[in-house]
């Protein structure tokens, strides 16, 4: 391993493959007509690539809304299906879809998660949605939230969720015939939740997922670091990335992710090729660290950024140039590199991240009484 390899050491990559790509104008490359829905090929085949590039996760994004109006915006299904969908069809990489905890019934939410946890062996994440517009909430008739209430409705939900995650402790499920009892009902709990602006009495229909906890992804804008597993830090330099990373891991994050869009030098030069996606459709701002250039180049910031987080989401402007691109150039210099993220069939996302699997907090309480 070379000095410039070493710098690599640890560092952990997701992919958010949303759509065609990060880039509002990404879907002229898809060979789709304007409006169309991605279809589940499609879906397939991304999955599969970052799969087989090394990717330990990825993510999907949603919100409550279409992503834009006119010929650019794509409709998109809902990103817990699409999570879901994808399961079955890989062995390996964690899927975390974006679920939005102002327009999502907090029950449903966990429910949901857990389902997925159980379909894909361990491999669920959550990157926590916090949509909460006056057009987002109308969606569930509701009312647009302030700051403070958006972060104590989120704190609320994260809370519930990981309640309900650990209301069926590990061995709950005994399928004793004997008796013709399937699970011990004293190891079902309800968690008897109130937040401010709602109630769950519990427990979950489901058992503990694989993993106990789902991964929890909750991006730096919530204020939600001590209840993260990851905080997504998206900030648009170096310096500021560096300064948001420390006070997530003073809050007890565990790990912390920097949010990287990038478009790469592929058969048109990077620059050439961004110039072009926003003649068709302008990028907004996102607040992101942002890369147009080489592969090269790029390896030279991930460098840089393993020096302050664990890890880096890749956002590619468009999937079907970039993601090739990183698979081929980038990924295998960064995964070869010290002790290995690339993550193995049969292992959870957790164990993929190196986090430990948290014990149920009902099963603790009671052999801390006992």
Known sequence: MTD??????????????????????????????????????ALREVVAAAEDA??????????????????????????????????PLTDRIGLAPTLHVATTEPFHLATQLASLDHASHGRAGWVVGAAA???????????????????????????????????????????????????????????????????????????RPPQGQIVVLAPDTLDADARADVVLVGRPDLAAVAARAATARE???PLVFAEVEV????AVPAKDRLAELDAAAGRPESGRLRHAGSPESLL???RELADSVDGVRLHPAVLAVDLPVLAERVLPRVTG????????????????????RPANRYAAAAATNA
């Open 133 to 207: 517009g006056r057009d987002a909430l109308a969606t569930v008739g509701g009312a647009p939230l302030s700051a403070a209430a958006l972060a104590r409705e989120s704190a609320d939900v994260i809370d519930t969720a990981r309640a309900l995650w650990d209301s069926w402790e590990d061995d709950a499920v005994i399928k004793d015939l004997a008796s013709g009892r399937f699970l011990d009902s004293e190891r079902v709990h309800h968690i008897d939740f109130e937040g401010a602006s709602f109630t769950v009495k519990g427990p979950l229909i489901t058992p």
């Open 300 to 302: 030279d910031l991930l």
């Open 251 to 253: 809050a007890g994050a």
């Open 4 to 41: 410039r390899e070493s710098g690599f050491a640890g560092l952990r990559l997701a992919l958010e493959a949303d759509g065609d790509g990060a880039h509002p104008a990404a879907w002229r490359h898809s060979g789709r007509p304007p409006g169309a829905v991605l279809g589940p090929r």
């Open 337 to 356: 590199a010290g002790p290995r993220r690339v993550p193995r069939t049969g292992t959870t996302l957790r164990e993929t991240l190196g986090l430990a």
């Open 54 to 87: 090394g990717f330990g996760l990825v993510t999907f994004a949603d919100a409550p809304l279409p992503p834009g109006a006119g010929p650019d915006a794509a409709g998109r299904l809902e990103a817990g299906t699409r999570a879901s969908y994808a399961a």
């Open 263 to 266: 478009v790469l030098d592929a």
